[in-house]
């Protein structure tokens, strides 16, 4: 007779639990035992599975607090010619706090050097003036 092999173990555990040993369930458990001895040392034989997510490392950013004049004077340059414009953006390229990015954008809005496209939320995006704007609006 062939058996699955949870079988005897569920069998034994039920006739020990209910205080019934019969003879033989306890010969079909000693021949799963040495089963299960054997099985245990093929699965330690056997490289062990990680289990958990994998750590992923990745390098702390070290982002400016406050300019120093050289960051500022090359924001000024070039985020006045990019097409779209967020602190998010400004973050990641000067290498800056998006607290200062943020406040930045604002600084050169108001000196009307960008100009805001969308505002919504804590999200905002800007872009760049064309000069026949910015004379317009000097005019």
């Known amino acids: 007779m062939t058996v699955p092999i949870n079988y005897f173990e569920t069998v034994c555990i039920r006739q020990i639990s209910y205080g019934v040993a019969l003879r033989h369930v306890?010969?079909?458990?000693?021949?799963?035992?040495?089963?299960?001895?054997?099985?245990?040392?093929?699965?330690?034989?056997?490289?062990?599975?990680?289990?958990?997510?994998?750590?992923?490392?990745?390098d702390k950013l070290n982002n400016l607090v406050l300019f120093d004049q050289a960051t500022y004077d090359r924001l000024v340059q070039e985020v006045t010619t990019y097409k779209l414009i967020t602190p998010s953006i400004v973050n990641k390229r000067l290498q800056v706090r998006g607290s200062l990015a943020h406040k930045t954008l604002k600084e050169l809005l108001y000196k009307v050097v960008i100009k805001q496209v969308v505002q919504h939320g804590a999200q905002s995006i800007y872009t760049c003036v064309r000069k026949d704007e910015h004379a317009a609006k000097n005019d």
């Open 26 to 58: 306890a010969s079909h458990y000693r021949v799963f035992d040495v089963y299960k001895a054997r099985r245990r040392e093929v699965q330690a034989a056997k490289p062990r599975r990680r289990s958990g997510p994998r750590e992923k490392t990745c």
